[in-house]
């Protein structure tokens, strides 16, 4: 499986290359330059792994709860990848995202949202799965 995800949604720009178990990324605190950074980002990745975009399984795209600007940067990145090379496109939860790599039965999962605010939700581990108990707020 080769699967191709991004995030912009904070003020990281990140993109991740999932061949088969193993991950390569790249990771930079952008600020406001998600959209300079993130095109290169892919095309570093798949050039390191000798890969072209239609040898991927699909795109996976962070859909928030994040930056309006950056959630829409990396959607249209996604989409015009997944479009160009006729696959599919996962819209993945940022908080979901973010629960799967913490530990535990109970896992809440929180970002700064600015002004003094959060996003934060709630979720039980079953064993195999994340149930969401508390809904993103």
């Given amino acids: 499986m080769k699967i191709l995800a991004l995030d912009t949604s904070s003020e990281h720009c990140s993109a991740a290359l ?24 892919v095309a570093d990745l798949l050039a390191e ?4 975009a239609t040898a991927l399984d699909g795109v996976a795209v962070a859909v928030g709860p994040g930056s309006f600007t950056g959630l829409r940067i990396a959607t249209a990145v996604g989409q015009g990848i997944a479009f160009g ?3 599919p496109v996962a819209a993945v939860g940022s908080l979901d995202a973010l629960a799967w790599g913490l530990d535990g039965v109970a896992r809440v999962a929180c970002v700064d949202a600015r ?19 508390i809904d993103p707020l």
Wanted: hydrophobic content about 45%.
């Fill in 49 to 52: 792994a000798g890969l072209a």
């Fill in 115 to 133: 002004m003094g605010e959060i996003y934060a939700a709630a979720y039980r581990w079953t064993g195999t799965d994340l149930d969401c108990v």
């Fill in 85 to 87: 090379a006729d696959l």
């Fill in 18 to 41: 999932w061949l088969d178990g193993r991950v390569s990324q790249r990771l930079e605190h952008a600020g406001q330059r998600h959209s300079q950074l993130l095109l290169p980002m």
